[in-house]
């Protein structure tokens, strides 16, 4: 009650020193514009865990942040325009302060001019041959790239970008022709590279013709929320403004149903970027689809594919969602640089898939009867009186699990991006009698420490807990808690997702009494708070360390919190006074070393270390050569090599899953839930990552390192 009483007083301070500058009267769209900036820079400096000053350093970091966003490919703006611009570098807080957006109109017109001159450019290197026997390359690392001197150097560049284009539809020409049987010297339909070249260099000027013609037609609007959202992430890279239609779409992911393909995406430059799959749409069940995929083209059932570079992420979606049944193809582009087209039929997104649910797990000659609880998020339903909430959902699993006589349990948070606080606290309690959970500390207050009070548990056996990079928030919670309690064994990646920090919502138009003709206004996303574990340390940027760390796609990328610019800093606070006895982990060092040894000799887990390393690899390559053979032998390498890695995630015979008696009448009620849980079962018994869980379990269960080494 504390922390929600300090809140809604810093509310009231932000909401009375917002009155004294807002026009009592209508206002017309740039004073509307200007109260926006004001606002949201108001409500941060009253409620964010850790406020900035409004000053010329202040100012220098929107400037670079907000051209790395205005022209991220450098592909529009030359020095000339920069120099234009630099003047404002130190004056954009006075600006902020008084609500003047100058900098931003002339940084607009740089850009729309910028936009035209480019499209010049483009239209007419596209209208000469090219020849990709030259062995020139291509920088695909934007972010090192200075702006184009002059318009001759921007002409270079623009050449470099439209080869590699042309470049990529001549070779998916070429060897989809290859792969044609009916195509051969004598059908006389087998078409040379000239040819190809030809009809590349067509497709990529329509392409980028479509795409320019959609950047023109971005509104004022669509730019300004970009710098409204660089001003606010200078904050912290969760505190941000959410104009109208981005609240909307922001509540779309509690909403109950949704016709579409199950996933969550966001602008990541100029293409869209998967952030997460939901359980149970038709992404999910596709499997094709992983979160950090791009997005480069949507398809229609009929009509071509189209390149959505440029297009405005609710404009990306509206192409994406479609009616129940229809078809819709992506074409996705992988971490590793592999191109796919992946069709799904548009479906309901069932909630019932992103709710918790178990299994029971068998690992032949070593361990049975083990219980598996699947938790996707730590979801709870504050609207509807029946709603569902993950902590007890989870209880009711399991009571189940026991009503089994499970001998350990797994619970899986991969992927699980986290969600309720007080679900978390309570879901913790059930692995011990009573005690700490975290720590909550808002700005300029003590760390608050969050109990469970609750003298009962529900589970005294053994536990793991699975995590990975995309396990964030709550999850990190969790995982950390029952860590220091040394009640679990975490399993996982080197380390969680690393999100240490909690936001709240705040609508602008509550804090603006009149003025009704320009709402509404939006929201302000703001960092309220920092979380510690009950150690005293903080999952802020470094996350939870698994006990057991094994190998991962992602284990030497580098991920998560700590690269995202303005990251809060990680802190640390007094340790809170907690202890368990429940459940005592006798042999924690030898099954640490158990499985470390059991890794190194799996030769599943050696090919998906070796994998990560290649895709760190290429993801550190800067260039891409544009010579055809070049370009054409590192492509396919790359597909024999994802298709190798692939190929060898088969059914794990020795593991065996099944449902639960009390799960069966309602799994076996129609065909849609069966045709479901058989592909839930399927997959689990494919998951290396559960099979080390449950010999982990068996070393868990045997209480003497002597009786461990038999």
Same mark, same amino acid.
Request: hydrophobic share 35%; charged share 30%; proline share 3%.
């Given at each position: 009650?504390?922390?929600?009483?300090?809140?809604?007083?810093?509310?009231?301070?932000?909401?009375?020193?917002?009155?004294?500058?807002?026009?009592?009267?209508?206002?017309?769209?740039?004073?509307?514009?200007?109260?926006?900036?004001?606002? !949201? !820079?108001?409500?941060?400096?009253?409620?964010?865990?850790?406020?900035?000053?409004?000053?010329? $350093?202040?100012?220098? @970091?929107?400037?670079?942040?907000?051209?790395?966003?205005?022209? &991220?490919?450098?592909?529009?703006?030359?020095?000339?325009?920069? @120099?234009?611009?630099?003047?404002?570098?130190?004056?954009?807080?006075? =600006?902020?302060?008084?609500?003047?957006?100058?900098?931003?109109?002339?940084?607009?017109?740089?850009?729309?001019?910028?936009?035209?001159?480019?499209?010049?450019i483009y239209q007419d290197i596209l209208s000469h041959p090219m020849s990709f026997h030259?062995?020139?390359?291509?920088?695909?690392?934007?972010?090192?790239?200075?702006?184009?001197?002059?318009?001759?150097?921007?002409?270079?560049?623009? +050449?470099?970008?439209?080869?590699?284009?042309?470049?990529?539809?001549?070779?998916?020409?070429?060897?989809?022709?290859?792969?044609?049987?009916?195509?051969?010297?004598?059908?006389?339909?087998?078409?040379?590279?000239?040819?190809?070249?030809?009809?590349?260099?067509? /497709?990529?000027?329509?392409?980028?013709? *479509?795409?320019?013609?959609?950047?023109?037609?971005?509104?004022?609007?669509?730019?300004?929320?970009?710098?409204?959202?660089?001003?606010?992430?200078?904050?912290?890279?969760?505190?941000?403004?959410?104009?109208? #239609?981005?609240?909307?779409?922001?509540?779309?992911?509690?909403?109950?149903?949704?016709?579409?393909?199950?996933?969550?995406?966001?602008?990541?430059?100029?293409?869209?970027?998967?952030?997460?799959?939901?359980?149970?749409?038709?992404?999910? *069940?596709?499997?094709?689809?992983?979160?950090?995929?791009? !997005?480069?083209?949507?398809?229609?059932?009929?009509?071509?594919?189209?390149?959505?570079?440029?297009? &405005?992420?609710?404009?990306?979606?509206?192409?994406? &969602?479609?009616?129940?049944?229809?078809?819709?193809?992506?074409?996705?582009?992988?971490?590793?640089?592999?191109?796919?087209?992946?069709?799904?039929?548009?479906?309901?997104?069932?909630?019932?898939?992103?709710?918790?649910?178990?299994?029971?797990?068998?690992?032949?000659?070593?361990?049975?009867?083990?219980?598996?609880?699947?938790?996707?998020?730590?979801?709870?339903?504050?609207?509807?009186?029946?709603?569902?909430?993950?902590?007890?959902?989870?209880?009711?699993?399991? =009571?189940?699990?026991?009503?089994?006589?499970?001998?350990?349990?797994?619970?899986?948070?991969?992927?699980?991006?986290?969600?309720?606080?007080?679900?978390?606290?309570?879901?913790?309690?059930?692995?011990?009698?009573?005690?700490?959970?975290?720590?909550?500390?808002?700005?300029?207050?003590?760390?608050?420490?969050?109990?469970?009070?609750?003298?009962?548990?529900?589970?005294?056996?053994?536990?793991?807990?699975?995590?990975?990079?995309?396990?964030?928030?709550?999850?990190?919670?969790?995982?950390?808690?029952?860590?220091?309690?040394?009640?679990?064994?975490?399993?996982?990646? +080197?380390?969680?997702?690393?999100?240490?920090?909690?936001?709240?919502?705040?609508?602008?138009?509550?804090?603006?009494?009149?003025?009704?003709?320009?709402?509404?206004?939006?929201?302000?996303?703001? $960092?309220?708070?920092?979380?510690? #574990?009950i150690n005293g340390g903080s999952t802020q940027l470094k996350g939870v360390i698994p006990?057991?760390?094994?190998?991962?796609?992602?284990?030497?990328?580098?991920?998560?919190?700590?690269?995202?610019?303005?990251?809060?800093?990680?802190?640390?606070?007094?340790?809170?006074?907690?202890?368990?006895?429940?459940?005592?982990?006798?042999?924690?060092?030898?099954?640490?070393? /158990?499985?470390?040894? &059991?890794?190194?000799?799996?030769?599943?887990?050696?090919?998906?270390?070796?994998?990560?390393?290649?895709?760190?690899?290429?993801?550190?390559?800067?260039?891409?050569?544009?010579?055809?053979?070049?370009?054409?032998?590192?492509?396919?390498?790359?597909?024999?090599?994802?298709?190798?890695?692939?190929?060898?995630?088969?059914?794990?015979?020795?593991?065996?899953?099944?449902?639960?008696?009390?799960?069966?009448?309602?799994?076996?009620?129609?065909?849609?839930?069966?045709?479901?849980?058989?592909?839930?079962? $399927?997959?689990?018994?494919?998951?290396?990552?559960?099979?080390?869980?449950?010999?982990?379990?068996?070393?868990?269960?045997?209480?003497?390192?002597?009786?461990?080494?038999?």
């Amino acid at each position: 009650m504390k922390i929600k009483s300090f809140l809604i007083f810093a509310l009231l301070i932000g909401v009375a020193s917002l009155f004294a500058f807002y026009p009592k009267k209508s206002a017309s769209t740039s004073e509307r514009e200007s109260i926006i900036l004001r606002a !949201i !820079i108001s409500f941060i400096e009253q409620v964010h865990f850790r406020p900035l000053p409004l000053d010329d $350093t202040f100012s220098k @970091n929107v400037y670079d942040d907000y051209l790395n966003v205005l022209d &991220r490919g450098k592909r529009f703006l030359i020095q000339d325009d920069i @120099n234009k611009l630099k003047p404002y570098e130190t004056t954009i807080d006075d =600006e902020i302060k008084a609500g003047n957006l100058d900098f931003f109109d002339l940084s607009l017109n740089l850009l729309n001019s910028g936009i035209e001159r480019s499209r010049v450019i483009y239209q007419d290197i596209l209208s000469h041959p090219m020849s990709f026997h030259d062995m020139d390359s291509v920088q695909v690392e934007y972010d090192s790239l200075d702006f184009a001197k002059n318009v001759s150097d921007l002409k270079n560049r623009w +050449k470099s970008v439209l080869k590699y284009e042309v470049l990529q539809e001549v070779v998916r020409m070429k060897d989809a022709q290859d792969k044609d049987s009916t195509i051969t010297a004598a059908s006389g339909k087998m078409k040379t590279l000239s040819e190809f070249e030809i009809e590349g260099r067509k /497709n990529v000027l329509d392409d980028f013709n *479509k795409m320019f013609d959609r950047i023109a037609k971005l509104r004022r609007e669509d730019r300004l929320n970009d710098f409204y959202n660089i001003i606010a992430g200078e904050f912290d890279p969760h505190t941000n403004y959410l104009d109208p #239609r981005d609240k909307e779409d922001f509540d779309i992911g509690m909403s109950g149903k949704l016709i579409g393909i199950g996933a969550r995406l966001q602008a990541d430059g100029d293409y869209i970027k998967v952030i997460e799959i939901v359980p149970g749409g038709p992404a999910w *069940k596709e499997k094709n689809i992983q979160a950090n995929d791009m !997005i480069i083209k949507v398809r229609q059932e009929t009509g071509d594919a189209l390149d959505i570079r440029g297009m &405005r992420i609710d404009d990306v979606v509206a192409k994406i &969602r479609g009616e129940k049944g229809t078809k819709v193809t992506l074409t996705i582009k992988k971490p590793n640089g592999t191109m796919k087209d992946v069709t799904l039929t548009r479906d309901e997104v069932l909630m019932e898939e992103g709710f918790a649910k178990s299994a029971i797990l068998n690992l032949s000659g070593t361990v049975n009867n083990v219980g598996y609880i699947y938790l996707p998020k730590f979801y709870a339903d504050f609207q509807d009186n029946d709603g569902r909430f993950s902590y007890s959902d989870v209880a009711k699993e399991i =009571e189940k699990l026991k009503g089994e006589n499970v001998s350990g349990i797994i619970l899986d948070l991969r992927n699980n991006p986290g969600g309720s606080l007080n679900d978390v606290i309570k879901m913790g309690g059930f692995f011990i009698k009573s005690g700490p959970i975290v720590q909550v500390k808002s700005r300029d207050r003590s760390p608050y420490v969050m109990n469970d009070d609750d003298p009962t548990y529900l589970y005294d056996g053994p536990l793991v807990i699975l995590v990975n990079q995309n396990s964030a928030s709550a999850s990190e919670i969790m995982a950390s808690a029952m860590q220091d309690y040394k009640r679990a064994i975490i399993i996982g990646g +080197k380390s969680t997702y690393g999100k240490g920090t909690v936001q709240r919502l705040f609508d602008l138009d509550r804090a603006i009494r009149g003025n009704d003709d320009i709402k509404p206004l939006g929201d302000v996303k703001a $960092t309220i708070q920092k979380y510690y #574990r009950i150690n005293g340390g903080s999952t802020q940027l470094k996350g939870v360390i698994p006990d057991i760390v094994l190998p991962d796609m992602y284990n030497y990328i580098e991920t998560g919190e700590a690269e995202n610019k303005h990251a809060m800093e990680w802190t640390k606070v007094a340790p809170a006074t907690y202890s368990q006895d429940v459940y005592e982990i006798h042999n924690y060092n030898q099954i640490v070393q /158990n499985s470390q040894k &059991r890794v190194s000799q799996n030769p599943i887990f050696n090919s998906i270390d070796a994998n990560a390393r290649r895709i760190k690899t290429q993801m550190d390559k800067n260039y891409i050569s544009l010579n055809i053979d070049t370009y054409t032998a590192e492509l396919h390498q790359r597909k024999l090599d994802e298709d190798k890695f692939n190929k060898q995630f088969k059914v794990i015979e020795s593991l065996t899953a099944q449902n639960l008696k009390a799960d069966l009448p309602a799994i076996n009620k129609d065909s849609v839930d069966i045709a479901r849980n058989k592909s839930f079962i $399927t997959n689990l018994r494919k998951d290396v990552y559960l099979e080390e869980a449950l010999r982990v379990i068996k070393d868990m269960q045997t209480n003497s390192v002597a009786e461990i080494n038999k």
